[in-house]
């Protein structure tokens, strides 16, 4: 049961080409966005489409295989975990949410 804690797995589709930084520690981490849609009926039968945003961190590994074949438009799927982190700006706390990937499955060409 332990491994179903924090565990997120999306499909969708890459908002964004991947953003690749090498560190100066020899560690790579990659941040991109993920679209997931969701479609359902209004009451008069008219076709709406939900579209969620995710901001996804990959590192080293996760990280190289996509900087080599992930591109913008493309369909994945991904499984990951949540992470909140904040930080300070003017005297203000903000809070980002991010899925920290462990898996990514290249399910289409790009859109």
Not at 19 to 44: F, I, P, Y
Not at 45 to 66: C, F, M, P, S, Y
Not at 86 to 96: A, F, H, S
């Amino acid at each position: 049961m332990s491994t179903m804690r924090n565990r997120v797995s999306l499909i969708g589709h890459v908002g964004n080409d991947p953003e690749v930084k090498q560190l100066n520690n020899d560690g790579t981490v990659a941040n991109l966005s993920l679209a997931t849609n969701e479609t359902r009926k209004n009451q008069a039968g008219e076709k709406i489409t939900d579209t969620q945003w995710h901001r996804l961190v990959a590192w080293n590994g996760t990280a190289k295989v996509i900087e080599k074949y992930v591109k913008k438009g493309q369909e994945i799927a991904v499984e990951g975990k949540l992470v909140t982190r904040e930080y300070e700006t003017q005297g203000t706390k903000k809070y980002i949410t991010e899925v920290v990937l462990h898996e990514v499955v290249l399910l289409g060409s790009k859109a």
